[in-house]
């Protein structure tokens, strides 16, 4: 068996669904327009630049969830799948996520965003195992607006992804062949351990890096 391990975001979605769902939030006037977009839009560039701090960014997005109920936060986010997620799922990447499967392969998202945004994407994917930042919960089900754990950004993404093999009972050597498939420079540290490291509609800096290393490149939604 192979393992096949993709990015979310700009990767398998042309769309950054972290973003977008603040941009819904604003838009729907769920949050104050004026400050929640000039602070989404700031955290954006700066995970752009390579240079987001993963935790104040996760405390600024859950603690925007924990203003609401569970079963208004669901209602609002299948809202934001049927408005924002369904028209960009792309055939392309469903194709290739369908090759993996067909192949036998064990298949996983490994994004940054939170595991409420990615949870509803991963499962219209087809994806079963999902490996994303983890918001803490109360009895109810409510988001309380804080992590657990560490973020799964950069560094991160390794952390997570060999703890979640452990508790399969593998380790990432147990795989004949690894392949992680991104768009950003900000997943070099998992995908320069792996195998197979694929550039996935990369960004500047990834692309650079990836001709330099002999790394194969694909694009998923302009060919």
Do not use: C
């Not at 997570?160 to 990432?172: D, I, N, R, S, Y």
């Not at 197979?196 to 500047?204: D, Y």
């Amino acid at each position: 068996m192979n393992l096949a391990l993709f990015d979310l975001d700009h990767t398998l979605l042309p769309i950054d669904s972290d973003f977008e769902w603040g941009q819904f939030l604003v838009r729907t006037g769920a949050v104050d327009a004026v400050e929640y977009d000039r602070r989404n839009k700031a955290f954006f560039a700066q995970y752009q630049a390579g240079t987001l701090d993963p935790v104040e960014y996760l405390e600024f997005t859950l603690g925007t969830l924990a203003r609401f109920p569970r079963p208004q936060l669901d209602a609002m986010h299948a809202q934001y799948m049927a408005e924002v997620v369904t028209p960009a799922l792309h055939p392309a990447a469903r194709a290739l996520l369908k090759k993996h499967a067909d192949a036998g392969d064990l298949v996983a998202i490994v994004t940054a965003t939170n595991h409420f945004v990615t949870a509803p994407i991963a499962r219209a994917l087809g994806v079963e195992h999902l490996i994303a930042a983890m918001p803490e919960l109360d009895a109810d089900g409510n988001l309380t607006g804080k992590l657990l754990g560490t973020p799964t950004q950069g560094p991160g993404k390794i952390v997570h992804t060999k703890a979640w093999l452990e508790k399969m009972g593998k380790t990432l050597e147990d795989f004949d062949t690894v392949y992680f498939y991104s768009d950003s420079h900000n997943d070099l540290p998992l995908m320069s351990i792996v195998s197979h490291p694929v550039a996935t509609n990369p960004n500047e800096k990834l692309k650079t890096h990836a001709a330099a290393n002999g790394w194969p490149l694909i694009d998923l939604f302009n060919d």
